[in-house]
């Protein structure tokens, strides 16, 4: 059961209308940031798709933008054969020890 849940999860992508809402209401990024209490920066990641939010930042951001949360952020179908981009990269420092794990924002 755990590999067909993880397929049906890897089928989808979470897409989200958070700039489009934000610039509708004419509301700057930092105003936005202020409202939910994260940075600009969590608040440009969150709007290029490269951070998913946790459902609470998600649920705050959705009252602020004035929007039911399955509005601002939505599954989109991935198209067959797309590969899934990785969120987590693996290092290791410089002595060579044990791997850190550092997020891939790209």
Same mark, same amino acid.
């Given at each position: 059961?755990? *590999? +067909?849940? %993880?397929?049906?999860?890897? #089928? ?5 209308? %958070?700039?489009?809402?934000?610039e509708?209401? +004419? ?8 409202? %939910? &209490?994260v ?9 290029? &798709? ?6 609470? /930042? ?6 602020? /933008?004035r #929007?039911?949360?399955?509005? %601002? $952020? ?6 067959? &054969? +797309? ?5 987590? *990269?693996?290092?290791t420092?410089? #002595?060579?020890?044990?791997?850190s794990a550092?997020?891939? $924002?790209?």
């Open positions: 059961m755990d *590999a +067909q849940r %993880v397929e049906m999860s890897d #089928e989808f992508t979470l897409k989200n209308r %958070v700039k489009e809402l934000r509708r209401l +004419q509301m700057r990024q930092v105003d936005l940031a202020s409202e %939910v &209490g940075t600009r920066q969590t608040v440009i990641a969150i709007e290029k &798709g490269r951070l998913k939010p946790s459902v609470l /930042l998600g649920l705050k951001i959705a009252r602020v /933008l #929007e039911p949360v399955d509005y %601002v $952020f939505f599954l989109e179908r991935r198209p067959l &054969g +797309q590969p899934r981009a990785p969120a987590l *990269a693996r290092r420092d410089r #002595e060579g020890s044990e791997p550092v997020w891939d $924002f790209s």
